[in-house]
Structure formats: structure tokens, C-alpha cells
């Protein structure tokens, strides 16, 4: 998890999805909660872009635009 924690000062899509999680009025979560999640966030997109061989694209990774397949 490391790797996550580490990647959020660094990664505005990864940084707004941690403020989200820690300020929304519902369900708010504990910032070691908001970590996990922003952690298991970033695994899920170190999967789609090897293996849909896909380019980073934070857009797509901030739910913005839908993910298109591999030619």
C-alpha cells in the first residue's frame, strides 16, 4: 500500500478521489479508509493499462471518459 499512499500527492486524479472520499457529508471515510480505497484504485488501473495495453489517461481513470477496447 505504500506504493498508493505514496502516488497521492503526486497524482491529482488519485489526490481528488482521496479529498472526495474524506470530505463527501455521506459515508465519509477515515483517512486510512480513504487510502485503502485510493490504493485499490490504483492497482485497478495498473491492471487495465497492461493488460488492455492501453495509455494512462486520467479522464478515463477520473470516471470523466468511458474506456475504449484495444485495437
Not at 497524482?11 to 490504493?39: E, G, S
Amino acid at each position: 500500500m505504500a506504493g498508493g499512499v505514496a502516488a497521492l500527492p503526486n497524482n491529482d486524479v488519485l489526490a481528488a478521489k482521496f479529498t472526495h472520499l474524506t470530505t463527501r457529508d455521506d459515508n465519509r471515510l477515515a483517512r486510512q479508509q480513504a487510502r485503502t480505497a485510493c490504493a485499490a484504485a490504483l492497482l485497478r488501473w495498473i491492471h487495465v493499462v497492461i493488460t488492455r495495453q492501453v495509455s494512462w489517461d486520467p479522464a478515463i481513470a477520473a470516471g470523466a471518459t468511458p474506456l475504449r477496447q484495444a485495437a
